[in-house]
């Protein structure tokens, strides 16, 4: 059930960089794909570390030491799965130059971080419910 609750909140994570970056190309009058995945990213990152934490994980607070080093060690393992989607997203882009060619490579590359970072998650991050 764990990892059926993960899958359906990466999937909603997604859905929401990917309207949030959809928004930002509408908007921006310069640079739209960079700030778009960068503004899509940030939604989806601090939406699925608050579902994560509580739904998936079921994580209680430690104290603000144990919570920093939970947050801390979240973001570090976010930007490293977060490249790997960045990669997909960009490269599909440079290949087809066109906005609606990079989503495609942006889900691709983030259903590969995500079951990564489920992985790193309940074994590093959340690992005290886990036993």
Known sequence: MMFVRYVLFATVATLINLAIQEIVVQMAPVAPITLSI???TAAGCVL?????KKWVFDDDYGGHRQEAQKVTLYGAFSVLTTLVFWGFEVA????WQTDL???PGAILGLAIGYAAKFILDRTFVFKERQA
């Open 101 to 103: 060619a990079k989503y």
């Open 92 to 95: 599909f882009w440079m290949i």
């Open 48 to 52: 699925k570390y608050v579902l994560d």
């Open 38 to 40: 960068l503004m899509g």
